[in-house]
């Protein structure tokens, strides 16, 4: 389904940016598996917490290190006793399992998506 066409004015007010994962850790509270993040975009922005359900192809031993996208201005969302800052962007796969938006190089941390 594609959403209704909005304006790049509108498109502007969500700043997704770069963050690099510090440190993951398995989230067995989460109702549907998931996985604790701590994501560095660096000084403008700094660290930030994220619930990520990516449990399929990821482990929280390989997130570390990983560059990837994130809405950093939607409001924290409580999740169970959890408190995520970002949303991390992902997109599914064909089975609808969460495969993670990262650049495919190396980009600096906190740049801002355009």
Known sequence: MIMPTISFDDFMK???RVGVIVSAEPFPEARKPAIKLR???????????SS???????TPEALVGKRVLAVVNF?????????????????????GEVVLISPDIDTPVGGRMF
């Open 52 to 58: 990520a359900q990516i449990t399929r192809y990821y």
């Open 39 to 49: 994501l560095d975009f660096g000084p403008e922005i700094g660290e930030k917490k």
């Open 14 to 16: 969500v700043d997704i």
């Open 75 to 95: 409001p924290p969302r409580q999740i169970g006793k959890f408190m995520s800052e970002v949303l991390t962007l992902g997109v599914p796969d064909e089975a």
